[in-house]
Nanobody, 124 residues
């Protein structure tokens, strides 16, 4: 069973950048599809980006051209580069992993394993 720990969140001004990381342990995530999600209080968790075993990616329309998902299989780590941040990007960001029903999906049902999140706050 894989365990996921996110890091890299913080407080930035609009237009700024961050790189979120998701360190995995307990299994080799090269066999997994993985994704990034975000959630604000009172709202449903929404998919931001996904990546499959072969590196194919998918993005929510709201982040296309600004966010980039990538993975370093040698480090068992998933990344999310977030650029040109907007106040509406403020949220808790979570990484997720799925082994058997693998696709770079953006639905919460597409993933079985979840981290505890890292907070991103963007001020105007």
């Amino acid at each position: 069973q894989v365990q996921l720990v996110e890091s890299g969140g913080g407080s930035v001004q609009a237009g700024g950048s961050l790189r979120l990381s998701c360190a995995a342990s307990g299994d080799t995530t090269s066999r997994y599809c993985m994704g990034w999600f975000r959630q604000t209080p009172g709202k449903e968790r929404e998919g931001v980006a996904g990546i499959d075993r072969d590196g194919s990616t998918s993005y929510a329309d709201s982040v296309k051209g600004r966010f980039t998902i990538s993975r370093d299989k040698s480090k068992n780590t998933l990344y999310l580069q977030v650029n040109s941040l907007k106040p509406e990007d403020t949220a808790m960001y979570y990484c997720a992993a799925e082994l058997y029903r693998c696709s770079p999906g953006l639905g919460t049902d597409d993933y079985t394993y979840w981290g505890l999140g890292t907070q991103v706050t963007v001020s105007s």
